[in-house]
C-alpha cells in the first residue's frame, strides 16, 4: 500500500501553488537541493491531493492512469519536473533582487498556453480557470503553472522571498514585510536555538 509519508511531511507555507511545487526539494538555503520528494508520478499525483489540486477521487483515478498508461504518466511526470526548474529558476531569481531569464518566462508562456488549453471557464462567483473536463496525465501539474503566471501578473513581486534558514520560498504577508523565515515553528525556532546557544557560548568564554 502506498502512503506517501514524504509527501504529506512537506510544509506548504509558500503562499502560492507554485512556490509550493517548488519546495518539493528541500535543503539548505544556498547550493543545491539535498532531498526531493518527487521521485516519481504517483508521488506528483499524491502532492496534487495534498496541495488541493486534485480532490480525493481524482487522485485515485490519476493513480489509476498511471498504472493504465505508465509511458503517457511517466512523460508528464519529466514535463513536471522541467516545470519545477523552471519556476525554481524564475521565483529564486526575483526572491534574491534579479530579473528571470528571457528564456525561463518563455517556456512559462509555452507551459501556460498547454495549461489554458485543457482549461474551461467556470463560474463560482466569477469565473475562472478549472481543469474539471482534463482527464491527461499532465492535470496535476497544470493548475501549478497557471499559479505561477498569476502571479507573476497580479502578484507583488518584492513579496517573494527565500528562507533564511532553507531553500523555501514563499510570498511574506507580513505588514511590515519583515518575515525571514518559511515558518517560526521550524526554521525560526532552529534559528533563535543557534543564536541562543552562540550567546551563551560567548558569555562562558569571557
Not at 528562507?163 to 507580513?174: Q, W
Amino acid at each position: 500500500m502506498e502512503t506517501f509519508e514524504g509527501v504529506r511531511r512537506l510544509r506548504l507555507v509558500g503562499g502560492n501553488l507554485a512556490l509550493d511545487f517548488v519546495n518539493t526539494r528541500t535543503g539548505p538555503p544556498v547550493g543545491a537541493p539535498d532531498d526531493d520528494v518527487l521521485t516519481g508520478y504517483p508521488e506528483l499525483v499524491a502532492w496534487a491531493g495534498y496541495a488541493g489540486v486534485l480532490t480525493d477521487a481524482e487522485v485515485t483515478r490519476w493513480h489509476r492512469l498511471r498504472r493504465d498508461d505508465p509511458d503517457a504518466a511517466q512523460a508528464a511526470f519529466g514535463w513536471s519536473l522541467r516545470i519545477r526548474d523552471c519556476l525554481d529558476e524564475i521565483f529564486r531569481a526575483l526572491a534574491t533582487g534579479r530579473e528571470p531569464s528571457r528564456s525561463a518566462l518563455d517556456r512559462l508562456r509555452d507551459d501556460e498556453a498547454d495549461a489554458l488549453a485543457h482549461a474551461r471557464l467556470d463560474r463560482a462567483g466569477r469565473y475562472g480557470w478549472t481543469w474539471r473536463d482534463d482527464h491527461t496525465a499532465g492535470r496535476p501539474i497544470r493548475p501549478v503553472v497557471h499559479a505561477a503566471v498569476e502571479l507573476l501578473t497580479t502578484g507583488t513581486l518584492d513579496r517573494i522571498k527565500g528562507c533564511g534558514g532553507c531553500r523555501f520560498l514563499f510570498t511574506d504577508e507580513s505588514k511590515n514585510r519583515s518575515r525571514r523565515w518559511c515558518s517560526m515553528d521550524d526554521c525560526g525556532t532552529t534559528e533563535k536555538a543557534r543564536r541562543y546557544v552562540a550567546a551563551r557560548r560567548t558569555r562562558t568564554t569571557r
